[in-house]
Nanobody
Framework: VQLVESGGGLVQPGGSLRLSCAAS????????MRWYRQAPGLERELVAY????????NYADSVKGRFTISRDNPKNTVYLQMNSLKPEDTAVYYC?????????WGQGTQVTVSS
């Protein structure tokens, strides 16, 4: 089982990034997918959720209206489009796959929002 995040980097406030998470080793379309983030000194927080196979989404209040989660089941990939980025969005972003007692995590990708 693998979840591999990509797309992080350094961006100026107000900018955009698109994170990707490529999954392998399990039936991707059967799993609910989440993006979490963790900033230094803070607990990991849930940012966005998309159901299996993709009919329902939910967001943290702090990102609602700015971030969009989506999934491409034939490509086994989940995305997080992040617009109007703020310095407080700076964190390591993690992809998570969950179904029943099964829970898989990626290694994370760093997002830094700074001028």
């Amino acid at each position: 089982v693998q979840l591999v995040e990509s797309g992080g980097g350094l961006v100026q406030p107000g900018g955009s990034l698109r994170l990707s998470c490529a999954a392998s080793g399990f039936t991707f379309s059967s799993y609910n997918m989440r993006w979490y983030r963790q900033a230094p000194g803070l607990e990991r927080e849930l940012v966005a959720y998309i159901s299996s196979p993709g009919g329902f989404t939910n967001y943290a209040d702090s990102v609602k209206g700015r971030f969009t989660i989506s999934r491409d089941n034939p490509k086994n990939t989940v995305y997080l489009q992040m617009n109007s980025l703020k310095p407080e969005d700076t964190a390591v972003y993690y992809c998570n796959a969950h179904r029943s007692s099964y829970d898989y995590w990626g290694q994370g990708t760093q997002v830094t929002v700074s001028s």
